[in-house]
């Protein structure tokens, strides 16, 4: 019986088999595509009341968002009472126009509160967010 000796190829390069190479990247690319799927947009959602002598304003202003379940953000920003009042307070923001954006399903007394505070401040520029009827 005779064995055959493995010789180098004339290149001495051996052969790279990417076979296992594919499959990781398959592996990858579908891991990724299924994680991201997953990944949400933040924001709040608020259903406006409909009012048809609402006007636009173009001025930078204090955004107060209460929603639904009646949680405050003030600038996007989750926060009480407390931290309305210590915002509100600042010198800046008392010159600044206020904007409540409460969803229509929200509590009245909690839209009361906020205003009350506002002009417990002396803030006297506070307008409540509605979309336009047409």
Avoid at 11 to 38: E, H, K, R, W
Avoid at 82 to 87: A, F, G, N, V, W
Wanted: charged share 30%; glycine share 4%.
């Amino acid at each position: 019986m005779q064995f055959r000796r493995h010789t180098k190829s004339s290149s001495g390069l051996d052969p790279i088999n990417i076979a296992p190479l594919v499959d990781v990247i398959f592996q990858l690319l579908i891991f990724f595509m299924l994680s991201s799927s997953f990944v949400f947009q933040s924001g709040i959602k608020v259903k406006l009341p409909k009012a048809i002598t609402s006007e636009v304003i173009k001025e930078e202003n204090l955004i107060i968002t209460l929603t639904s379940e009646n949680v405050l953000y003030i600038n996007s920003k989750v926060g009480t009472m407390k931290d309305l009042k210590k915002e509100l307070g600042k010198k800046e923001n008392k010159e600044r126009l206020i904007l409540i954006k409460a969803d229509r399903r929200s509590s009245l007394g909690r839209v009361i509160d906020i205003w009350d505070l506002c002009r417990e401040l002396g803030i006297e520029r506070v307008n409540i967010a509605t979309n336009q009827e047409k």
